[in-house]
């Protein structure tokens, strides 16, 4: 056997931001695949900072973990459950408030609270937070509330009201290293943007077991932190309910808006002028290839398609723009960054 010593450079810097994965198992979970010291290794060994525990109907707390594997300089964990309603769709409550006293560490028991609709359930689920915090839909297409509840993204309406709800805080619009139902997804979110409502998207890995590592998709938070050993839970809820979030599968996008009247702004805050120019850059290792960056507006329109030339920048740099827009009423905008190259290098079956 021989020693060897390897260094992993930086691919790119990400001031201001903590890496968040807000749905993973492990062995608390009846299907999970390894222990909680092998998930919290994996963590880590994946640079990402916050790692939410959504255990299967199990608020557990691998927070003593971390403390006494001596990585809380790398992440930070917050306590969290996978409310797993077979009829009514999987969600995920975080930040949760452990009971030692209760069973499951005090997770809710949805299959003895037979409630008369999802608002209800909502209402009994919201319980485990000490204050406000998160309702986030899972897998909402795979299947998820949307689909047992007949969701229409163009009208708005659900076939199945006792099921769908719309008092929710989040929404996973990535979920895993697979873009199947990614449009279907971003077809309900941009619906309910439409409608007035602000759920914020979310990118997780949902993973299991131990070769499919936590973080892939994962979502970038903007707290003004970078060091998980300054973590600061009520900081960090207050950005990703502000919609300072961007959901990644593997590139970090940054996008500002700009007017004559309005100033500059950031991500999830409002600007007005006749002009808007977005500044657009996106960051990524030497290894990752992207084609293809979209510009969406109100109602899921497409306003611009943007093709990204290699040899444009220089990495980290794989793309940067500003492009002006002219809204003629209230919108919204984001991006979507595209590629055509393979993942499978870097974990089996990604896209």
Same mark, same amino acid.
């Given at each position: 056997? *021989? %020693?060897?010593? /390897?260094?992993?450079?930086?691919?790119?810097?990400? !001031? +201001?931001?903590? $890496?968040?994965?807000?749905?993973?198992?492990?062995?608390?979970?009846?299907?999970?695949?390894?222990?909680?010291?092998?998930?919290?290794?994996?963590?880590?060994?994946?640079?990402?900072?916050?790692?939410?525990?959504?255990?299967?109907?199990?608020?557990?707390?691998?927070?003593?973990?971390?403390?006494?594997?001596?990585?809380?300089?790398?992440?930070?964990?917050?306590?969290?459950?996978?409310?797993?309603?077979?009829?009514?769709?999987?969600?995920?409550?975080?930040?949760?408030?452990?009971?030692?006293?209760?069973?499951?560490?005090?997770?809710?028991?949805w299959w003895e609270m037979q409630p008369a609709s999802t608002a209800e359930l909502f209402e009994r689920y919201r319980e485990v937070? *000490? %204050?406000?915090? /998160?309702?986030?839909?899972?897998?909402?297409?795979? !299947? +998820?509330?949307? $689909?047992?509840?007949?969701?229409?993204?163009?009208?708005?309406?659900?076939?199945?009201?006792?099921?769908?709800?719309?008092?929710?805080?989040?929404?996973?619009?990535?979920?895993?290293?697979?873009?199947?139902?990614?449009?279907?997804?971003?077809?309900?979110?941009?619906?309910?943007?439409?409608?007035?409502?602000?759920?914020?998207?979310?990118?997780?890995?949902?993973?299991?077991?131990?070769?499919?590592?936590?973080?892939?998709?994962?979502?970038?938070?903007?707290?003004?932190?970078?060091?998980?050993?300054?973590?600061?839970?009520?900081?960090?809820?207050?950005?990703?309910?502000?919609?300072?979030?961007?959901?990644?599968?593997?590139?970090?996008?940054?996008?500002?808006?700009?007017?004559?009247?309005?100033?500059?702004?950031?991500?999830?805050?409002?600007?007005?002028?006749?002009i808007i120019t977005l500044a657009i850059q996106v960051l990524g290792p030497t290894w990752m290839g992207i084609d293809e960056v979209?510009?969406?507006?109100?109602?899921?329109?497409?306003?611009?398609?943007?093709?990204?030339?290699?040899?444009?920048?220089?990495?980290?740099?794989?793309?940067?723009?500003?492009?002006?827009?002219?809204?003629?009423?209230?919108?919204?905008?984001?991006?979507?960054?595209?590629?055509?190259?393979?993942?499978?290098?870097?974990?089996?079956?990604?896209?």
């Amino acid at each position: 056997a *021989a %020693d060897a010593e /390897f260094e992993l450079a930086l691919a790119y810097e990400t !001031p +201001g931001q903590l $890496s968040a994965d807000f749905h993973v198992h492990s062995a608390p979970s009846p299907d999970g695949k390894c222990q909680m010291e092998e998930r919290i290794a994996t963590v880590v060994a994946n640079d990402l900072q916050v790692h939410v525990s959504t255990d299967h109907d199990q608020i557990a707390d691998y927070r003593p973990l971390v403390e006494a594997m001596g990585v809380s300089t790398w992440m930070a964990s917050v306590p969290g459950d996978e409310a797993s309603s077979v009829l009514r769709g999987h969600v995920n409550l975080y930040p949760a408030v452990p009971d030692p006293t209760a069973p499951n560490n005090g997770a809710p028991t949805w299959w003895e609270m037979q409630p008369a609709s999802t608002a209800e359930l909502f209402e009994r689920y919201r319980e485990v937070f *000490a %204050d406000e915090g /998160f309702i986030q839909i899972n897998h909402g297409r795979g !299947p +998820g509330m949307f $689909s047992l509840g007949g969701y229409d993204p163009e009208d708005g309406e659900a076939t199945s009201p006792d099921i769908y709800d719309s008092g929710f805080d989040s929404m996973e619009i990535l979920n895993g290293n697979g873009y199947s139902d990614a449009e279907e997804l971003r077809a309900d979110w941009c619906s309910h943007l439409d409608r007035g409502l602000r759920p914020i998207a979310i990118g997780v890995s949902d993973v299991h077991g131990r070769r499919h590592g936590p973080g892939y998709g994962r979502t970038y938070v903007e707290s003004g932190i970078d060091d998980p050993a300054e973590f600061d839970e009520d900081t960090f809820f207050a950005a990703l309910r502000s919609g300072k979030a961007v959901v990644s599968g593997g590139p970090f996008v940054t996008l500002s808006a700009s007017s004559e009247d309005g100033g500059t702004v950031g991500l999830g805050e409002t600007i007005t002028g006749e002009i808007i120019t977005l500044a657009i850059q996106v960051l990524g290792p030497t290894w990752m290839g992207i084609d293809e960056v979209w510009v969406y507006g109100e109602g899921c329109q497409v306003l611009e398609v943007l093709e990204v030339d290699p040899e444009a920048h220089e990495t980290p740099i794989l793309f940067e723009i500003e492009t002006t827009l002219y809204p003629l009423a209230d919108t919204y905008y984001f991006v979507e960054v595209r590629g055509s190259q393979s993942m499978g290098y870097v974990g089996r079956g990604a896209d």
